[in-house]
C-alpha cells in the first residue's frame, strides 16, 4: 500500500521560512514522481511544483520559483519543500502527492492534480502577518 506522509507545517511569520517533508513508503521510490501542492481557504487545490526521483528534475507552476525549492533523498524515500519569503497568502494545507513514472521517459514532471494517484494527509501553513 502506497502511503505519504506529510509533514512540517506550522504557524510563521511573515518572511519566515519552513521545511515541509514528505516521506513516501509501499513503491519504489526511484519509479515516481512527487508533487507539492497547497488548498487555500475556499480555494481549489493547486499544483506548485514537482521533482522525478528517478532524475531529479524539477518543474515549477511559476509563481513560486525562486522562494520555493524541491528537493529529494532517495535514501529516505522523502521529498523536502523549502519555502522562503512566506507571505499570508501561502497560507494553506501542503499535501504532497505520487504518479508513477516510465523509465527514462523524457517528459517533465507536471503539476496538475489529475496527474497524481496517491495522496498524502496534508500539513497546515499559516503565515500570520
Known amino acids: 500500500e502506497v502511503q505519504l506522509q506529510a509533514s512540517g507545517g506550522g504557524l510563521v511569520q511573515v518572511g519566515g521560512s519552513l521545511r515541509l517533508s514528505c516521506s513516501a513508503s509501499?513503491?519504489?521510490?526511484?519509479?515516481?514522481?512527487i508533487g507539492w501542492f497547497r488548498q487555500a481557504p475556499g480555494k481549489g487545490r493547486e499544483g506548485i511544483l514537482c521533482?522525478?526521483?528517478?532524475?531529479?528534475?524539477?518543474n515549477y507552476r511559476g509563481s513560486e520559483q525562486g522562494r520555493f525549492t524541491i528537493s529529494i533523498d532517495n535514501a529516505k524515500n522523502t521529498v523536502y519543500l523549502q519555502m522562503n519569503s512566506l507571505n499570508p497568502e501561502d497560507t494553506a494545507v501542503y499535501y504532497c502527492a505520487a504518479a508513477y513514472t516510465a523509465y527514462l521517459d523524457p517528459s517533465p514532471c507536471g503539476v496538475e492534480t489529475y496527474e497524481y494517484d496517491y495522496w498524502g494527509q496534508g500539513t497546515q501553513v499559516t503565515v500570520s502577518s
Open positions: 521533482i522525478k526521483s528517478e532524475d531529479g528534475t524539477t
Open positions: 509501499g513503491l519504489s521510490f526511484d519509479e515516481y514522481k
